[in-house]
């Protein structure tokens, strides 16, 4: 097998007549000026007379704030202000985002509560010189035993937050079905502790932006590459005090990355208006790459697992109970998703009734956590998947045959989890089978990675290989309002009915353009998933124009409808389906205005090939004759796609209730051939088999692209990155890129690629999300594959990332 | 903001410096700490250097000095003084992309484009020593750089493309020149 070539070429612009641009691979939009060095990321933004920020930071994990002495830096003639948490409050408030019950300043109040945390700001005329300011602020700290371990977070007596009187800031327990009953009665119970270990995206763009104030309007602007500046625009306008519409967040076209990563930055957005209000002049804060690192509210989830599966001697599973504590660190940013957003795939692929899920949210002195790709989810699949192979162990059974035994099939789909959501359309055995097929054919046999021959002889040298197939489900399209459900008490969640939920569609616009051309508006925001294309592709098939008369722009948040943009892979189904529903109205708009001018009847007219053609006779008008006539804009047209599950009735009970509706499942089946050097605890990937179902692919170019990125950083996650922290101080271990390892041309083995198709019912074009795959499925794909290389040897991948070190510890534990 | 603009305390110290910045002489006084990269960002405009971690590990910003691949972020401005800088700005000539950008572009090797002028800058570098690498050998040579989006693969792919396309280049040169002897 080869990786699927992307189809022959087609320039944004070629002549293609005729032809549907919607499943080919549409050369980027957006590549151009990315290529020539005249792309605009927030970090080439500087306004004239622009000044810039640093920010002097906590070296302490866990301290009272004495003082703050700001007198040196005050008096120093280059400093041009100097802000403390006395000055924010007297003029702003707290920040929101996260749990009630937590008041966040966006700089330290009193007590600083993890290494790096804001204490101040100064601002001067270049970065240089507001580093040297900063230097001169003086804090004086009175130390504070950290709590550094989310287990034993729980219990200890050191609290982050005293008026809290716990660390623990949110748990729950919901059952499915009748799981006391599965455990009571199933044949077996297998049980297994997985820790996984604290990542993020770590974007090669750190965070930026650059606030201006206006006087008369009392007014911010404020440009940056925060992610879905419509959605999370509440952070800093609550902040600043002022109503939505005083305060425009406008995001650069060009991000260099946010994963999920950079909804968080809002707190720097906040101190640079703030900074920028207090002088009457633009201030501009880049972070850099320590900062970002280290305190940056960047990190996600950290997590340990304790999960029981009942099984029947026959294989069959039968009760799933899962128990974990997420360590948040020191404030409880995005919570209740991170939690929940598994229970969206919380049996994976497997058919399981009765389920218990139970989770402690807790509080440490580290860096607050945001979403990263996956939300949550990755975590999940990673523990499941490890528990599957240890039960499977514990059973005699092979893993796979195990797997394939309990897999949901493809008449019971569409189908319904325990917690209400329900997986569209796809065959697993039928991919179950497919990638043994491949396996066979490439590698397990003559001269092939997995000959046995070449797997025994490498394993005499001291090199133990293996892979592990699963099937991995991807949940796709958030959309409604089941964050704010979670926070409703029972009672009213009880009385709630299908229309009270608020659901979040997608917003586009559109208009003709003087020459005939078609200006498109997008409501959310991007960082290289190459919207701007797959928006030209599909609006050109649907107004029957080539991609280059399309032109995509974007709104800021004050133009821009609150809609959810750009999260949990909503962008391929939302966006594709926005964009036929703009093509349909723009039609419309357009044969009315023709049946106008002409005086007929709007059944005399059609639209047709950019157009607009009335019957019977030879007269037609183009577009920028239409554009030229129409003089109440009528061809300014704006459509908002309705999130996929609100129009099918099976999803209703989970809408109106609180569980997460994903309306879309892509899945993976994965085949890393890993090799563990016993010697050293080496896991080295020799390469990646994978096989995907994202229903239609609207452009496989991009598609494959994103399956590369999200099995890169999948990798890293499994066996490399890791934010460690020193468990007596607190100070954190990975400050640099010397310490928190990304994975580099070294580290990534070549990716062999398959796709199957089965389009959702759900979604207007029959896409389904792929924004987080490979994050998502990866790890527990490399850390199967590790768990069948070390079969003989009885060792197992049970706390990611499992570095050389790590390895070497349980392969030694091993021999004792 | 440019240097030249920035109220300067009394006493600090500058140094003036010419570089050479595709082809341009470039003549300033500059604190000795400023970065390169620093430097040919804010007092050149050039954006296509990036800075993505200052301490020399991911490589968007780097550039070539003198023909030698460098990280500008690890270097001062100063230590350029007298030397030629070639950006990512230098290569595509009358609005035609160079063939490297192009591989890029065709390949979808770029997602965000943030490490973008940074891997076609190496992968200058690396096609220069080597015309025809093999995988392992643009594995070793694109080493330096990090990318966050595109798992590589996309990358690999543009420098085969661009190393045949520039062979290509360099035989047409060839049989234009030999025109005779090649009918
Ligand atoms: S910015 Fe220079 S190597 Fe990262
Ligand atoms: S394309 Fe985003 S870092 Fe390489």
Redesign the interface.
Known sequence: MS?SE?QT?HEAGDELEGRSFTGQ?V??F???R????????I??V?P????EMAIVRSVHAHANIVDVDTSAAED???CELVLTIEDLQESYNPQPCGLEGYEEWSLADGKARFVGEPIAVVVA??R??AEDMADLVNVEYETLDPVVDGMDARESDTLVHEDAGTNVADNERIAFGDPDGAFADADHVVEGTYEWGRVS??????AGVVAQYDEDGDSFHIDCNIQLHTLVDDTVYETLGRPADRVELNVPA????S?GTKIAIHRYCNLAAMAAEQLGRPVKFVE???ENLQGGDMHCSERTYEMRLACDDDGTMRGLDVWFVDDFGAWPHYPVNQVLKPLSVLTNSYAIDDVVYEYDLVLTNKTAQTAYRGFGVDPHQYALEMLVDDAARELDIDPTEFRRRNLVTPDQLPYRIPSGNIYDSGDYPGAMDRMDEILDENERCEGGLLDPETVEQRREEGFYRGTQTAVLIEPGVSGSDWTDRQRTDDETIQNRSREDVAELPEHLRAEVKPDGTVLAWLATDS????HQTLVAQLLADELGLLPSDIEVDYLDSVEAPTEYGSAASRMAVMLSGASVGVGRQLRDALAELAADHWGVDREAVSYRDGRVERSGTDDSLSLAELAELDDEARTHVSYDYEHPATGFPEFDDALTHKYPVYPTAAYAVNAPIVEVDVETGEVEVLKFYTLRDCGTMLNP??V??Q???????GLGAALMEEFGYDQGSGQPQAI???DYL?P???N?P??EMEHTSHPSPFTETGAKGVGEG?MIDAPAAIACSINDALEPLGVTADKLPFTAHRARKRLREAEE | MSIEDTPHAEGRPTREISVTVNGEEVTREVEPRLKLSDFLRNECDLRGVRVGCEHGVCGACTVSLDGDTVKSCLLYAVQAEDLAVETVEGLAEDGQLHPIQEAFHEEHALQCGFCTSGFVMATKSLLEENPDPERDEIKEGLADNICRCTGYQNIYRAVDRAADKLSDDIEAVRTGADGEEGA
């Open positions: 990786e992307p070429g691979s050369r980027r957006e590549d151009r990315i290529l020539t060095g005249e792309a605009e990321y970090h080439d500087t004239p007379g622009c000044l120093h003639p280059d005329a270049d240089y010189l995206g770590v974007p090669l763009e750190t060009d991000v260099g990355g994963f850099d790459r320590i960082s290289g998933q190459g170019m991009i494959e692209g399956a590369h990125g999200g099995i890169a950083q640099t890129m010397f990304l580099s041309t070294k990534m070549d990716i490979g």
